[in-house]
């Protein structure tokens, strides 16, 4: 059966879940409206995306080092109480949130970071490409929007398939989280680090604020 977008605006709208989470619950029970509800309850997504909107104004920075010093990564994760932030599980995720960042190298931590002249640039790129393959100008659209959504997949860190489980990606990694923690995980912001390439102004700002921090504590 085709998952189409209204059942998954539908979906979303009666459980919270995020769009991905949504659109794999609709697959996975053949578009049954009332079993996907069910199937997101059962992973606990629906009760974590209820969270989401709680302020979530603790938590850590932790860094992770590969490759013998290679590539380096600094990462803010944030959460709730600062209870939560002491524990070994929560610890745990950002040192796996951490090593997803080195080993997949994303650029933003979720699509809507991503500036609106980069999508624009990308899509000129798609439809050139999709030119220069001959394709129909009827489905050029259509394809473009396809090959976006890869594009999303591969830059934003919520989006990607978590390295240690692909069949989830890492958003479905930090709401099974949330719903096992009963707080609220935010993934604020990360710098990736590695040997041989540049540094951008906003990766320096970031880097010297975790310093600051530390040689103030």
Same mark, same amino acid.
Do not use: L, P, S, Y
């Given at each position: 059966m085709e998952i189409t977008a209204?059942?998954?605006k539908e979906l979303r709208e009666r459980t919270g879940a995020g769009m991905m989470d949504c659109k794999k619950a609709l697959?996975?029970?053949? +578009?049954? *409206? #009332?079993?996907?509800i069910d199937e997101l309850r059962t992973k606990g997504l629906a009760k974590a995306a209820k969270k989401a909107g709680r302020i979530a104004s603790e938590g850590i920075v932790a860094s992770y080092i590969h490759g013998g010093g290679r590539i380096g990564v600094l990462v803010e994760v944030n959460? #709730?109480?600062d209870f939560v932030a002491k524990t070994d599980e929560f610890k745990s995720l950002v040192h796996d *949130?951490?090593?997803q960042i080195a080993a997949s190298s994303p650029e933003y931590v979720r699509r809507e970071e991503v500036p609106e002249e980069v999508i624009n640039h990308e899509k000129e790129i798609l439809r050139a490409q999709a030119l220069e393959e001959g394709k129909p100008e009827k489905v050029i659209e259509k394809m473009i929007e396809g090959r976006l959504e890869k594009f999303f997949k591969e830059k934003c860190l919520l989006e990607q398939p978590f390295i240690k489980d692909p069949?989830?990606?890492v958003q479905e990694l930090v709401h099974e989280h949330i719903a096992k923690i009963g707080e609220n995980i935010n993934i604020r912001r990360f710098v990736r680090y590695e040997v041989g #390439? +540049?540094?951008q102004k906003e990766e320096?700002?970031?880097?010297a604020?975790?310093?600051a921090q530390i040689k103030g504590e």
């Open positions: 209204a059942m998954v697959m996975a029970t053949n +578009g049954d *409206i #009332e079993k996907a959460c #709730e109480t *949130i951490a090593m069949d989830k990606t #390439e +540049g540094i320096t700002n970031f880097a604020e975790v310093m």
